[in-house]
């Protein structure tokens, strides 16, 4: 009689030990989580090319001839860890004030090339705000309008220091498209003086508000 109960629960209790030992010898598999900060910024090798385009404001003497002109200007962008470094070739033609006329150029051209870096600061994994600076030089040209040679259709080009500190924030769309805004304060160092027709160390500056498009890869 004692055979005919024990015998069943003694299959249960072999069929539940042999339950738990195939259950330990293969664990649950688990879930693979992303890691959030492989997302946005972090993605890809850390490349971006772009474009910008703004307006850049005469600031002190260099206000006092001349007028607001657009901006153009292209970039390479290298990202490493919180720093984003950059080099760019930028361009903008002042153009003269009216009561200026004939005293300096009708349009006064800058072609700047300059490389920089910045400080990132991550507010979520698609939008950063950062600070840094950019230095390099600048060609400028213009007409020299005192030479009174008919012949000589005379252009002076001169290469001189620049640097210019620079705030901005970017977001990254999921397409990998980067849309910014970056203001900057331009000091240019020249040796010419424009106002007085005079060699020296003339500093004159101007503040530029751009809007930049960057691809990210």
């Given at each position: 009689m004692i055979s005919r109960y024990l015998t069943p629960l003694l299959l249960s209790l072999l069929f539940m030990l042999c339950f738990a030992i195939a259950k330990a010898q293969n664990p649950p598999l688990i879930e693979y989580v992303p890691d959030d900060s492989y997302v946005g910024f972090n993605q890809g090798k850390g490349w971006a090319i772009g474009g910008q385009f703004g307006y850049d404001f005469p600031a002190g003497a260099l206000s006092q001839n001349y007028r607001v002109t657009p901006t153009y200007g292209i970039g390479l962008y290298k990202k490493l860890d919180d720093f984003t470094l950059n080099i760019n070739v930028n361009h903008q033609a002042y153009p003269v004030k009216?009561?200026?006329?004939?005293?300096?150029?009708?349009?006064?051209?800058?072609?700047?090339?300059?490389?920089?870096?910045?400080?990132?600061?991550?507010?979520?994994?698609?939008?950063?705000?950062?600070?840094?600076?950019?230095?390099?030089?600048?060609?400028?040209?213009?007409?020299?309008?005192?030479?009174?040679?008919?012949?000589?259709?005379?252009?002076?080009?001169?290469t001189n220091f620049y640097f210019a500190p620079k705030v901005g924030f970017t977001y990254l769309t999921n397409s990998r498209i980067g849309i910014g805004v970056e203001a900057k304060y331009n000091v240019?160092?020249?040796?010419?003086?424009?106002?007085?027709?005079?060699?020296?160390?003339?500093?004159?500056?101007?503040?530029?508000?751009?809007?930049?498009?960057?691809?990210?890869?």
């Open positions: 009216s009561n200026s006329r004939g005293l300096v150029d009708n349009r006064f051209i800058v072609l700047g090339l300059y490389a920089g870096g910045a400080y990132d600061k991550l507010i979520t994994p698609f939008f950063k705000v950062y600070g840094g600076l950019n230095m390099g030089v600048w060609l400028k040209r213009y007409e020299d309008i005192y030479a009174y040679d008919d012949e000589c259709g005379c252009e002076i080009n001169n240019y160092v020249t040796g010419y003086d424009y106002v007085t027709d005079t060699n020296g160390g003339k500093l004159f500056n101007s503040v530029a508000a751009t809007l930049i498009l960057t691809y990210h890869f």
